[in-house]
């Protein structure tokens, strides 16, 4: 035995005694020590050190770029020559081992892994693991993808499941759909645990339906209704969002259980009804577009809030029907008679004003008459009728009646008895 080996091991150093042999087709660890444009020297605790040819550094080409001395990395024994001959290592073949060992735990453990897409092939996509995996089209999730095309998932890294692996073929298939159904659940769950009643949240309009529009709150879609968009009236949600658009909204109620979140957009807004008594009071005049018809009577636009008239409140009359008095989009006049703020309701009528109206007329008409004289409720109520009247047919000039015969008289007599060229005679 040599000089070598007998000599007692120094600090940091390898016992060269108690190291087994390389083997090939072993992988094992080692230190790089030299790194030049031959190729890389590495040290594996054998009595020579290691040589890795530019040809087996990497799957990706034959750069050193990334490997510097002191390294520790793994390697792959390719040849050993003799006891004290020379060793020939491969870093690739050693990564490829590692890459289906790592693709063989994620297969058996169902982990959800990402890899890039490099390329769009007849039946699926290709995908870069370390060695080449495919995903069948039936497996891809387009969902998301701009176009709906494969062309568009390319050079985007993609979540995966692993669901079929053949070493010996080299074959690896994945899905793409099963891990986003996975990512997905859960992240439902995550925020689902995460959710509280009155959080204000960020999220992205996915679609919209008569009754409301769906948000994406980070991989749960909850219903933002339409009742909860605006302070007013709204026909459609798409008076207020579109699909696409980032929107700002509070979470009024959650269901875990049923999987359900119930979102508000304008909860997030300034109230209008708590500035109300700043702008409006009963008794005062106000002018609105009618914005709603319903049975029991329509709804006017008054700026931010939506005033109701009662079908009671619209004319002297009976109204049968709210169409008779008042049609969408008519801008309308009535008088303000009740507030409730809590409840965010206004009371307006057309007939309350009216009467107001007429009122005031009259008063007008005492006021312009009492420097002329005594004013009667007559002479009022022929004012008033003069101006109803204004625009019916004229009166004729009338003539007295003739008077009717006496009785007694012959036809022909004159009034007084007497008969012509007669006289009567005298006593």
Do not use: C
Not at 14 to 36: C, K, N
Not at 160 to 180: C, F, M, Q, T, Y
Not at 269 to 278: K, V
Not at 299 to 322: C, H, N, T, W, Y
């Amino acid at each position: 035995m040599s000089e070598e080996k007998t000599a007692p091991a120094q600090p940091d150093d390898l016992d060269l005694t108690q190291m087994p042999a390389l083997a090939e087709r072993q992988i094992v660890q080692g230190t790089v020590v030299r790194v030049d444009s031959e190729g890389v020297l590495v040290d594996v605790g054998a009595k020579s050190e290691g040589f890795i040819p530019p040809k087996e550094l990497s799957a990706r080409g034959d750069t050193v770029e990334g490997i510097a001395v002191g390294d520790r990395i793994h390697v792959y024994v390719m040849k050993v020559e003799g006891d004290e001959g020379s060793i020939l290592l491969s870093k690739k073949r050693a990564d490829l081992a590692h890459t289906w060992d790592r693709i063989q735990a994620t297969f058996q453990s169902g982990a959800v892994i990402h890899a890039m897409v490099v390329d769009k092939v007849k039946g699926g996509l290709v995908v870069d693991l370390g060695v080449r995996g495919f995903v069948p089209g039936s497996h891809v999730d387009l969902s998301q993808a701009k176009g709906r095309q494969f062309e568009a998932l390319v050079g985007q890294s993609i979540p995966l499941k692993v669901i079929e692996v053949d070493r010996p073929k080299g074959r690896v298939i994945l899905s793409h759909k099963n891990a986003l159904v996975e990512s997905r659940a859960k992240n439902r769950a995550e925020l689902l645990a995460s959710l509280e009643e009155g959080q204000v949240r960020e999220g992205v309009v996915k679609r919209l339906a008569d009754f409301g529009a769906f948000v994406d709150l980070g991989g749960v879609d909850a219903l933002l209704p339409i009742s909860e968009m605006s302070w007013t009236y709204i026909k459609h949600p798409s008076e207020v969002v579109r699909r696409g658009q980032h929107v700002t909204v509070a979470v009024l109620r959650v269901d875990r259980q049923a999987g359900r979140i119930s979102l508000g957009l304008k909860h997030i807004l300034p109230d209008p009804w708590q500035q109300i008594g700043a702008s409006y009071r009963p008794g005062q005049t106000v002018s609105g577009k009618v914005v709603r018809l319903v049975a029991s009577g329509a709804f006017v636009r008054l700026g931010d809030v939506d005033a109701f008239i009662p079908i009671s409140e619209m004319a002297e009359k009976r109204v049968q029907k709210v169409e008779e008095v008042v049609q969408i989009g008519q801008t309308v006049e009535a008088m303000v008679t009740e507030i409730r703020a809590e409840e965010r309701r206004m009371i307006v009528s057309l007939k309350r004003l009216a009467r107001e109206r007429e009122r005031s007329r009259v008063q007008e008409y005492i006021t312009a008459q009492g420097d002329e004289g005594r004013v009667t409720i007559g002479d009022i109520a022929g004012e008033l009728l003069r101006q109803v009247v204004t625009a019916g047919p004229p009166a004729t000039e009338s003539h007295p009646p003739a008077p009717e015969p006496l009785a007694d008289a012959a036809p022909d007599a004159p009034v007084g008895g007497e008969t012509p060229g007669h006289s009567t005679p005298t006593a």
